[in-house]
């Protein structure tokens, strides 16, 4: 018995692929922000934590990964204040 499996090659599946890749990057990112200002001993304010975490946007994450390693606070990384 042959098991159709074109669902798996289709531009659709595809696009949940890089959706899933995409979700998962920005996860990752969203921890590794946190993680550093943490580790840095920096307080995050609740308004940080929850502008962090409802971020989707892996580019944005990474820019403020990179200034959470010198920020003099967590509200620093926005760049905005």
Do not use: H, N, Q
């Not at 159709?4 to 949940?16: A, I, R, W």
């Not at 995409?22 to 943490?38: F, K, N, T, Y």
């Not at 840095?40 to 200034?67: F, S, Y």
């Not at 959470?68 to 606070?73: D, K, M």
Request: net charge negative; glycine share 10%.
């Amino acid at each position: 018995m042959a098991v159709d499996l074109s669902f798996y090659k289709s531009p659709l599946s595809e696009e949940l692929r890089d959706e899933g890749r995409a979700e998962g990057e920005a996860r990752r990112a969203v921890e590794d922000v946190l993680a550093v200002l943490a580790e840095r001993g920096l307080d995050v304010p609740e308004a940080v934590r929850e502008r962090v975490t409802g971020c989707g946007d892996a580019e944005i994450l990474g820019r403020w990964l990179r200034r959470a390693v010198t920020a003099p606070s967590a509200d620093a990384i926005f760049g905005d204040g």
